[in-house]
Nanobody, 122 residues
Framework: QVQLVESGGGLVQAGSSLRLSCAAFGRTFSSYATGWFRQAPGKEREFVACIGSSGAITSYADSVKGRFTVSRDNAKNTAALQMNSLEPEDTAVYYC???????????????WGQGTQVTVAS
């Protein structure tokens, strides 16, 4: 069992930056891939970024590529999503997730955090 807790969301102006953090508790976090997903009101949950268990492999949605950076620190059992040049379209609840396999599909992830709200004002 892995428990995940996100933090770092908030209300910012377009063009600003935010850094989301995901703290993991429980079983060995370093053995899991970590994904970031988001869900806007009235929309389906969508993939944002993911990082392999060692941190060597990353993948991004086209909509965030070049603006967002995913990272992890296995020694601290944490993952992070650095978001730069935020746009109003990035407004959503952001979730971190842990799973056995690196994937862009939310169904592949076994453990989820409670989510953190990111609101980008124009």
């Amino acid at each position: 069992q892995v428990q995940l807790v996100e933090s770092g969301g908030g209300l910012v102006q377009a063009g600003s930056s935010l850094r989301l953090s995901c703290a993991a508790f429980g079983r060995t976090f370093s053995s899991y891939a970590t994904g970031w997903f988001r869900q806007a009101p009235g929309k389906e949950r969508e993939f944002v970024a993911c990082i392999g268990s060692s941190g060597a492999i990353t993948s991004y949605a086209d909509s965030v590529k070049g603006r967002f950076t995913v990272s992890r620190d296995n020694a601290k059992n944490t993952a992070a999503l650095q978001m730069n040049s935020l746009e109003p379209e990035d407004t959503a609840v952001y979730y971190c997730a842990a799973g056995k396999y690196l994937s862009t599909r939310y169904a592949e992830y076994d453990y989820w955090g409670q989510g953190t709200q990111v609101t980008v004002a124009s």
